[in-house]
């Protein structure tokens, strides 16, 4: 059972007169006296956590609390790490650019998005390019247009200051649908065979 979101009682804090004992191994102890609830902890050197305040009668659990809180920073650590593993890279574009940059940029993203990374494209303006932010937007929409079988655009395109930009995000069913097509071509193939092999025995 997990703990209330909100910092829970602990010990000596808890002010209720009875309580829902649950063991330290999860085993429903019965309903007790705090007092009771208290030393039956104390004795397995363990704290008496009031988990759910608000049942009736109120649920304690003999547990190690100080494990606990570090068990779950670890956790947490470790989702919060996980999360900032994707990595980012960056492409950039000038509003200008020509047809045989900007394909090879594109090779570079594509590159990039089937490796696994998110990619930012940005759009650099520079001098009176500025006062024409819609040739920039024109190759962010191009650019999308062209990775839709790869990629799906996951912040849209933002002006910010001197420069544009919006992020890429890789299509995670692209493999998915690759193998599901070899697969059904590999059943055509022995469907074939097996045809083959009946006529030559007519």
Do not use: W
């Not at 089937?114 to 819609?134: C, N, Q, W, Y």
């Not at 890789?170 to 055509?188: A, I, Q, Y």
């Amino acid at each position: 059972m997990a703990i209330a979101t909100s910092e829970p009682r602990l010990n000596e804090d808890i002010q209720v007169r009875e309580c829902r004992l649950i063991g330290i191994d999860g085993s429903q102890l019965g309903i007790y006296g705090i007092d009771a609830a208290q030393n039956i902890a104390d004795d397995q050197g363990m704290d008496l956590v009031e988990i759910a305040p608000d049942a009736t009668p109120p649920v304690c659990r003999v547990m190690d609390y100080s494990k606990y809180r570090y068990e779950q920073a670890q956790n947490a650590k470790a989702a919060r790490k996980k999360q900032s593993r994707m990595d980012v890279k960056e492409m950039k574009f000038r509003p200008k650019i020509d047809t045989g940059d900007y394909e090879t940029k594109k090779r570079h993203v594509v590159r990039f998005l089937d490796a696994g990374a998110k990619v930012k494209i940005t759009i650099m303006f520079r001098g009176r390019e500025l006062s024409h932010p819609d040739k920039g937007l024109n190759i962010l929409e191009k650019l999308a247009d062209d990775l839709g079988d790869c990629a799906t655009v996951e912040v849209q395109p933002k002006l910010e200051g001197r420069n544009m930009f919006m992020l890429l995000a890789p299509l995670k069913r692209k493999t998915t649908k690759l193998r599901s097509t070899e697969h059904h071509d590999s059943g055509t193939k022995h469907e074939d065979m097996s045809t083959k092999g009946e006529d030559t025995g007519v």
